[in-house]
């Protein structure tokens, strides 16, 4: 599975960006995909992910009703909308897939990632 992020730039705070996950050589509606991010000195930490269909999401508390995640298997891709940016949602932010329904949220569940793409918000 090959997995490419992209979207990310520099933004100001309050602006609202769309980030895309693109799917190369598989089908990426077999697949829960989430959105992981990661700022300068931190961990890698969960933001959302989606279910196969699209049916079910899940966020980390965090990034509650500010961001969306969503799918278009038809295109191959799942997408992370994010609204209001703030200064501290500054990092890389990666897509990640799992072929399993769990809805994981540890970065060791998933065994395919893109290769980030960097979110900047400045104030």
């Known amino acids: 599975v090959q997995l490419q992020a992209y979207g990310g730039g520099l933004v100001q705070a309050g602006d609202s960006l769309r980030l895309s996950c693109i799917a190369q050589?598989?089908?990426?509606?077999?697949?829960?995909v989430a959105w992981f991010r990661q700022a300068p000195g931190e961990e890698r930490n969960f933001v959302a992910r989606?279910?196969?269909?699209?049916?079910?999401?899940y966020y980390a508390d965090s990034v509650k009703g500010r961001f969306t995640i969503s799918r278009d298997n038809a295109k191959n891709t799942v997408y992370l909308e994010i609204h209001t940016l703030k200064p501290e949602d500054t990092a890389v932010y990666y897509c990640?897939?799992?072929?399993?329904?769990?809805?994981?949220?540890?970065?060791?569940?998933?065994?395919?990632w893109g290769q980030g793409t960097l979110v900047t918000v400045s104030s």
């Open positions: 990640a897939a799992d072929p399993t329904p769990v809805a994981n949220t540890r970065t060791e569940r998933y065994g395919y």
């Open positions: 050589k598989t089908r990426l509606g077999s697949y829960g």
């Open positions: 989606i279910s196969r269909s699209g049916g079910s999401t």
